[in-house]
């Protein structure tokens, strides 16, 4: 425990992680942090807010000085006595804590099948592949251009090149689903551009391919474990699989449930899966159950709204509306403050003062600030912000 008193007692700052050469060998190791979470650190060491093991005392060591106990977790708690002694204020420093801004991580799956190529329906409209890539990529207002700085993007084009050649045979060799991705990255529009040079190809493995994904966000996690994970699933028709690639209407509902079950399988694996229908053709309930699934609701009774792009402007809010909406205006501390310690807060973004309740908000895991309107606004504009909170001495950090 980080604590803070007014008076002269005060743990020391440096864990032993970085104060002992070689440190222990429990350093670092990864736990869940938060109020009431269970400690899974080794005995004598405890979880941090960034979610590492750490040690600040030893039972016999001392570490913590006068008026301090160090606790079986390894922390530096008040040990009760004489802690309401009252001295000057320039011996009752504020707390500062770093607050860290999450940024979403945004894997963009895109069905790269042939009927992509076909027109929206008014005279003078670009095919659904060219109004995709302008949605996304359009130097000046595509998304990813956007938020390019905000938001961790991937992207992988699905299609199936060993396809059905209309008479029930399978031609070609490749493997099934055919993925061509570029990694996910902060700062990746120039590779995600080159990606989108790409044409349409064949066919619509969206389960398998969805499972690929998912599967890929496993082996290849967030940096940051906080980091919320999403797919934004852009298809222009019903789906097929590796094993039927061109399902006719009596195979179609089953073809649909082995989507639904992917996506439900992404949310089983933390990733929240957003899907985007392109075009007019009849898709039935299938989109409605695509969205409920992928957020974790019952496919047929849940009330997520799918998102219809029948026009190319349509197309285009949709994309903003899915990234935008997940740029977390969340901010993770280093220390855990009381709800009631709250209001003595200051805290700023970019060096300007925000108002409690009317900017920011303590969740309650204490843990996490949430700004809130028009802080929210700047956050999510800012590609590098800088927010410090402050909060006044006397107040306990957990």
Request: glycine share 10%.
């Given at each position: 425990?980080?604590?803070?008193?007014?008076?002269?007692?005060?743990?020391?700052?440096?864990?032993?992680?970085?104060?002992?050469?070689?440190?222990?060998?429990?350093?670092?190791?990864?736990?869940?942090?938060?109020?009431?979470?269970?400690?899974?650190?080794?005995a004598g060491f405890h979880?941090?807010?960034?979610?590492?093991?750490?040690?600040?005392?030893?039972?016999?060591?001392?570490?913590?000085?006068?008026?301090?106990?160090?606790?079986?977790?390894?922390?530096?708690?008040?040990?009760?006595?004489?802690?309401?002694?009252?001295?000057?204020?320039?011996?009752?420093?504020?707390?500062?804590?770093?607050?860290?801004?999450?940024?979403?991580?945004v894997e963009l799956l895109?069905?790269?099948?042939?009927?992509?190529?076909?027109?929206?329906?008014?005279?003078?409209?670009?095919?659904?592949?060219?109004?995709?890539?302008?949605?996304?990529?359009?130097?000046?207002?595509?998304?990813?251009?956007?938020?390019?700085?905000?938001?961790?993007?991937?992207?992988?084009?699905?299609?199936?090149?060993?396809?059905?050649?209309?008479?029930?045979?399978?031609?070609?060799?490749?493997?099934?689903?055919?993925?061509?991705?570029?990694?996910?990255?902060?700062?990746?529009?120039?590779?995600?551009?080159?990606?989108?040079?790409?044409?349409?190809?064949?066919?619509?493995?969206?389960?398998?391919?969805?499972?690929?994904?998912?599967?890929?966000?496993?082996?290849?996690?967030?940096?940051?474990?906080?980091?919320?994970?999403?797919?934004?699933?852009?298809?222009?028709?019903?789906?097929?699989?590796?094993?039927?690639?061109?399902?006719?209407?009596?195979?179609?509902?089953?073809?649909?449930?082995?989507?639904?079950?992917?996506?439900?399988?992404?949310?089983?694996?933390?990733?929240?899966l957003f899907f985007l229908?392109?075009?007019?053709?009849?898709?039935?309930?299938?989109?409605?159950?695509?969205?409920?699934?992928?957020?974790?609701?019952?496919?047929?009774?849940?009330?997520?709204?799918?998102?219809?792009?029948?026009?190319?402007?349509?197309?285009?809010?949709?994309?903003?509306?899915?990234?935008?909406?997940?740029?977390?205006?969340?901010?993770?501390?280093?220390?855990?403050?009381?709800?009631?310690?709250?209001?003595?807060?200051?805290?700023?973004?970019?060096?300007?003062?925000?108002?409690?309740?009317?900017?920011?908000?303590?969740?309650?895991?204490?843990?996490?600030?949430?700004?809130?309107?028009?802080?929210?606004?700047?956050?999510?504009?800012?590609?590098?912000?800088?927010?410090?909170?402050?909060?006044?001495?006397?107040?306990?950090?957990?």
């Amino acid at each position: 425990m980080l604590a803070t008193a007014c008076g002269s007692k005060k743990p020391p700052g440096e864990s032993l992680c970085v104060a002992m050469i070689p440190p222990p060998a429990a350093c670092n190791m990864t736990c869940a942090p938060g109020p009431g979470a269970p400690n899974s650190c080794p005995a004598g060491f405890h979880c941090t807010a960034d979610g590492k093991c750490d040690i600040s005392c030893t039972q016999t060591g001392g570490e913590c000085g006068t008026g301090f106990e160090c606790t079986a977790d390894g922390s530096c708690t008040l040990d009760g006595v004489d802690a309401g002694v009252i001295v000057d204020a320039a011996d009752c420093p504020a707390v500062h804590l770093t607050a860290k801004k999450v940024t979403p991580v945004v894997e963009l799956l895109l069905d790269q099948s042939g009927s992509m190529n076909d027109p929206y329906p008014n005279m003078g409209d670009p095919s659904r592949w060219e109004a995709l890539r302008k949605s996304l990529i359009d130097p000046t207002n595509g998304v990813v251009k956007k938020l390019d700085g905000s938001v961790i993007f991937g992207a992988a084009l699905y299609s199936n090149k060993s396809h059905d050649d209309g008479t029930g045979k399978q031609v070609g060799n490749a493997p099934c689903p055919t993925l061509t991705k570029k990694p996910r990255a902060i700062n990746n529009f120039a590779p995600i551009q080159q990606l989108l040079g790409a044409n349409p190809d064949e066919d619509t493995p969206t389960a398998e391919s969805i499972d690929a994904i998912v599967a890929d966000f496993a082996a290849n996690p967030p940096a940051d474990p906080n980091a919320p994970k999403i797919i934004v699933l852009a298809t222009d028709g019903l789906p097929d699989t590796c094993a039927d690639a061109d399902p006719p209407a009596g195979r179609q509902a089953a073809a649909n449930a082995t989507s639904v079950a992917a996506a439900k399988r992404a949310y089983a694996a933390g990733i929240r899966l957003f899907f985007l229908f392109i075009g007019n053709d009849a898709a039935g309930d299938h989109p409605k159950q695509m969205a409920n699934a992928g957020a974790g609701k019952d496919p047929l009774t849940g009330d997520e709204k799918p998102f219809l792009a029948t026009d190319p402007a349509g197309l285009t809010s949709a994309f903003n509306t899915i990234i935008g909406g997940v740029v977390s205006c969340d901010l993770k501390l280093s220390g855990s403050v009381s709800q009631a310690d709250a209001p003595n807060g200051i805290v700023k973004l970019n060096g300007t003062a925000l108002v409690y309740t009317t900017d920011w908000t303590l969740d309650p895991d204490g843990l996490t600030i949430h700004l809130v309107g028009g802080a929210c606004t700047m956050l999510k504009a800012a590609a590098n912000p800088t927010v410090d909170a402050e909060f006044p001495c006397g107040t306990i950090i957990f």
